[in-house]
Every structure is written in structure tokens, then in C-alpha cells.
């Protein structure tokens, strides 16, 4: 059976003294389950001293998509790894549209991010514009393509796949369980055409507006492998039930 794999992303939230509590909570009462964070980049030693010998591992949530050099401002993948990151959110719908990252972009930091040995987790989704235009799958599969012609379908064995309606991130609004099914059914027979063994074992989250009383419900769709988790995330009782619902 697939694994379930919840990620939080704190987004641009935080603190040292918060973290600290927040970390402190969390590592004890998911002894055992896997999980990820995903932080702001100054607390990432934070993140790895907290975590360190924990089931829960931690990542970032954007990186550039050259190797070094001078691009003032960004971070490579290689400093990712030197603080021990596994995972970086790669193609965030608020990176592609508050930064203007383009589909060829997203592409590029996901090859850059495996190529240092890390996991991107791949967000995909649609406008509330889109979805009401009856183009969901047509977005969804644009994404996806970008980074299967540029990467290969093959680099998906090594890559979890978000799926983030845009109009359920931070609204209070989450996709219906069979709303959410069904584009994660859809993404999932995409690539079983290309590569039914990577497509059989591909964890494809939900993200958007998921909570501890709604995470269950999703989670028990068969083709829900998880979540990304903004705002719960940020509070341990929420987070930790999450991650309990998808161990389960
Ligand atoms: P919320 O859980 O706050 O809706 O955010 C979802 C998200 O964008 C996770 O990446």
C-alpha cells in the first residue's frame, strides 16, 4: 500500500520562540508517524537541531533554480541539504502567482531540487476562475506536463505531487472529499498512460484549507495520500491530528 505523507507549510509564519513551542509539541506526540515541515529558510537549524533523530523531517519551501553563483537573494538546493532538508516545495500556487513563476520555472527547480537529492513536492492547481471555466484537468495537466517533458516521467518515483486548489488555500473553503478525488484520480491516471508503476506509487497530497476535523474524510479517499497544511500547521493540536488521521 501507498504511504500518507502530511507536510506542513508554515509559509512566511513564525518565530524562534514560536517554533520552539510549536516543534517541542510536535515531536513528542508523532513519535513514530512520518511527517514533514516546511520552513522559512533562518529557521531551518532551528528545524534541524529541534528534529534531529525525530520521524519528522523537514524541508523549505522554495529554492533557485541555478546551483550557485551570483543571484543575490536566493537559495540553492545544496544549502538546502547542508541543513539536512529531505523535502522543498517547489511551484507553490502563491510563487506562481504573487512571484510570477512560470510553468517552465517550476520545472527547473524541481530538477534542480533532485538533483541535489531532494524531494520537491510538486503543487498543482486551479484558479477559482479556472475550475468555473470547466478547466481544471486542462491547468492541472499543463503543470504537470511542464515538468514531465522537462524531467521525465520517471523523476515522479522520486517526487510527491500537491494537489492545491487555489480557491480553497487559506479561504476556509476545502474541495468536498469527491471534488478533491477527483482531480487526484485524474492526476493519477495521467501518469499511469506514461508509467503505471511510478503512478501506483505516487504520493499525491491535498492542500487547502485542511483542518483535524475535515483531514479523516479526505484522507480516506483512495487516491488522497495526504496533505499540505498552511494555516493548521501552525497550531500543534491541529497539525498533530492531521498527521494521526493520515497514519491511520
Ligand atoms: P491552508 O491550509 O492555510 O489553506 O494552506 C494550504 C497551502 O497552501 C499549503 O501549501
Same mark, same amino acid.
Given at each position: 500500500?501507498?504511504?500518507?505523507?502530511?507536510?506542513?507549510?508554515?509559509?512566511?509564519?513564525?518565530?524562534?520562540?514560536?517554533?520552539?513551542?510549536?516543534? #517541542?509539541?510536535?515531536?513528542?506526540?508523532?513519535?513514530?508517524?512520518?511527517?514533514?515541515?516546511?520552513?522559512?529558510?533562518?529557521?531551518?537549524?532551528?528545524?534541524?537541531?529541534?528534529?534531529?533523530?525525530?520521524?519528522?523531517?523537514?524541508?523549505?519551501?522554495?529554492? =533557485? $533554480?541555478?546551483?550557485?553563483?551570483?543571484?543575490?537573494?536566493?537559495?540553492?538546493?545544496?544549502?538546502?541539504?547542508?541543513?539536512?532538508?529531505?523535502?522543498?516545495?517547489?511551484?507553490?500556487?502563491?510563487?506562481?502567482?504573487?512571484?510570477? $513563476?512560470?510553468?517552465?520555472?517550476?520545472?527547473?527547480?524541481?530538477?534542480?531540487?533532485?538533483?541535489?537529492?531532494?524531494?520537491?513536492?510538486?503543487?498543482? #492547481?486551479?484558479?477559482?476562475?479556472?475550475? /468555473?471555466?470547466?478547466?481544471?484537468?486542462?491547468?492541472?495537466?499543463?503543470?504537470?506536463?511542464?515538468?514531465?517533458?522537462?524531467?521525465?516521467?520517471? =523523476?515522479?518515483?522520486?517526487?510527491?505531487?500537491?494537489? /492545491?486548489?487555489?480557491?480553497?488555500?487559506?479561504?476556509?473553503?476545502?474541495?468536498?472529499?469527491?471534488?478533491?478525488?477527483?482531480?487526484?484520480?485524474?492526476?493519477?491516471?495521467?501518469?499511469?498512460?506514461?508509467?503505471?508503476?511510478?503512478?501506483?506509487?505516487?504520493?499525491?497530497?491535498?492542500?487547502?484549507?485542511?483542518?483535524?476535523?475535515?483531514?479523516?474524510?479526505?484522507? =480516506?479517499?483512495?487516491?488522497?495520500?495526504?496533505?499540505?497544511?498552511?494555516?493548521?500547521?501552525?497550531?500543534?493540536? $491541529?497539525?498533530?491530528?492531521?498527521?494521526?488521521?493520515?497514519?491511520?
Amino acid at each position: 500500500m501507498r504511504k500518507k505523507l502530511v507536510a506542513g507549510n508554515w509559509k512566511m509564519h513564525g518565530s524562534l520562540a514560536e517554533n520552539a513551542a510549536l516543534l #517541542g509539541a510536535i515531536k513528542p506526540a508523532l513519535a513514530g508517524i512520518e511527517a514533514a515541515v516546511c520552513v522559512p529558510f533562518p529557521y531551518l537549524a532551528q528545524a534541524q537541531a529541534a528534529l534531529a533523530g525525530s520521524s519528522i523531517a523537514w524541508g523549505a519551501q522554495n529554492l =533557485s $533554480e541555478q546551483v550557485k553563483g551570483a543571484f543575490t537573494g536566493e537559495v540553492s538546493a545544496a544549502m538546502l541539504v547542508d541543513f539536512g532538508c529531505q523535502y522543498v516545495i517547489v511551484g507553490h500556487s502563491e510563487r506562481r502567482s504573487l512571484y510570477g $513563476e512560470t510553468d517552465e520555472l517550476v520545472a527547473k527547480k524541481y530538477m534542480a531540487a533532485q538533483a541535489a537529492g531532494l524531494i520537491p513536492i510538486l503543487c498543482v #492547481g486551479e484558479s477559482l476562475a479556472e475550475r /468555473e471555466a470547466g478547466v481544471t484537468e486542462t491547468v492541472v495537466a499543463r503543470q504537470l506536463d511542464a515538468v514531465i517533458s522537462a524531467a521525465g516521467v520517471a =523523476s515522479l518515483a522520486k517526487a510527491v505531487v500537491a494537489y /492545491e486548489p487555489v480557491w480553497a488555500i487559506g479561504t476556509g473553503k476545502t474541495a468536498t472529499p469527491e471534488q478533491a478525488q477527483a482531480v487526484h484520480a485524474f492526476i493519477r491516471s495521467k501518469i499511469a498512460a506514461l508509467d503505471a508503476g511510478v503512478a501506483t506509487g505516487l504520493v499525491i497530497q491535498y492542500g487547502g484549507s485542511v483542518k483535524a476535523a475535515n483531514a479523516g474524510e479526505l484522507f =480516506s479517499q483512495p487516491d488522497i495520500d495526504g496533505g499540505l497544511i498552511g494555516g493548521a500547521s501552525l497550531v500543534a493540536d $491541529e497539525f498533530i491530528a492531521i498527521c494521526r488521521a493520515a497514519a491511520k
